[in-house]
């Protein structure tokens, strides 16, 4: 006899590989982040989080295709990716055991302007985010702070392609 096992949709996304896809947008030495609501702790509440602008690439759908897409749902802006600048993956542990791997992709971009000239010049917050901040990029050590963010961090000061994490 077989038992069906049910679970809930947070132990079945903690189960689930994350793939994602993130644009660094720059402007007069700063960096725009989105603020969003996060569950750093499985068990402890959302808390207001500034990140990169981005997220999961879906089945069936190239880096580029995500990274336009999350950009286009949270900033109302058409990017492209202009150059890739690094990618950062790790395991994500919950009581002290792995619960799934995450690869995150990072990318220069810049924001597309239609043949009038009228589209996309100024990012504005969409339904995915809380808001929208231009950081100095001398001030983002103070504002990302989640463990995630500890990757584009070491990246802004060793530049190298690759990083790894745990968290």
């Not at 994350?18 to 996060?38: K, M």
């Not at 997220?55 to 150059?83: D, F, M, N, Q, Y």
């Amino acid at each position: 006899m077989r038992v069906a096992i049910v679970r809930s949709m947070s132990e079945v996304a903690l189960q689930q590989d994350f793939l994602g896809a993130f644009g660094v947008l720059e402007r007069d030495a700063c960096v725009l982040l989105a603020a969003n609501r996060r569950r750093l702790d499985p068990r402890g509440e959302a808390v207001r989080t500034f990140d990169l602008p981005g997220g999961r690439v879906e089945p069936g759908e190239l880096l580029e295709e995500a990274l336009i897409r999350e950009w286009r749902e949270e900033t109302s802006t058409l990017i492209k990716a202009s150059r890739f600048l690094f990618v950062q993956e790790g395991l994500r542990f919950v009581d002290a055991k792995p619960a799934y791997a995450w690869r995150s992709f990072f990318f220069e971009v810049e924001v597309e302007v239609d043949i009038d000239g009228s589209a996309g010049l100024e990012p504005m917050p969409a339904s995915e985010v809380e808001g929208l901040l231009w950081v100095a990029k001398s001030r983002l050590h103070e504002v990302l702070r989640a463990p995630y963010h500890a990757g584009y961090l070491r990246f802004l000061d060793d530049g190298k392609p690759y990083q790894l994490d745990r968290w």
